[in-house]
Nanobody, 116 residues
Framework: VQLVESGGGLVQPGGSLRLSCAAS????????MNWYRQAPGKERERVAT?????????NYADSVKGRFTISRDNAKTTVYLQMNSLKPEDTAVYYC?????????WGKGTLVTVSS
């Protein structure tokens, strides 16, 4: 299993970023996919979940509802996180995650910094 995040960077408050996670090494479309984040000095928290093919699962943390959108392209085995109206408190390392056969798999993360 390999998960590779990209798309992070520095953005001003109110700006937007789109994160991508390229997945490989497993049957992508049958698994729910997650985005987590970890801010400095804080615990890792789940930001969003999207269900497998045919599932209508879409869950968001309260802190990002209405601003972030998770999506997936099963043909490209990629999951996305569109982040709008970014706030300084969204600053964190963002991780892609899949729970598969009793194990958690993580990417190395991509840093998002929201600052003026």
């Amino acid at each position: 299993v390999q998960l590779v995040e990209s798309g992070g960077g520095l953005v001003q408050p109110g700006g937007s970023l789109r994160l991508s996670c390229a997945a490989s090494g497993f049957t992508f479309f049958i698994y729910n996919m997650n985005w987590y984040r970890q801010a400095p000095g804080k615990e890792r928290e789940r930001v969003a979940t999207i269900g497998s093919l045919g599932s209508n699962i879409l869950n968001y943390a309260d802190s990002v509802k209405g601003r972030f959108t998770i999506s997936r392209d099963n043909a490209k085995t990629t999951v996305y996180l569109q982040m709008n109206s970014l706030k300084p408190e969204d600053t964190a390392v963002y991780y892609c995650n899949v729970w598969r056969q009793g194990m958690d798999y993580w990417g190395k993360g991509t840093l998002v910094t929201v600052s003026s």
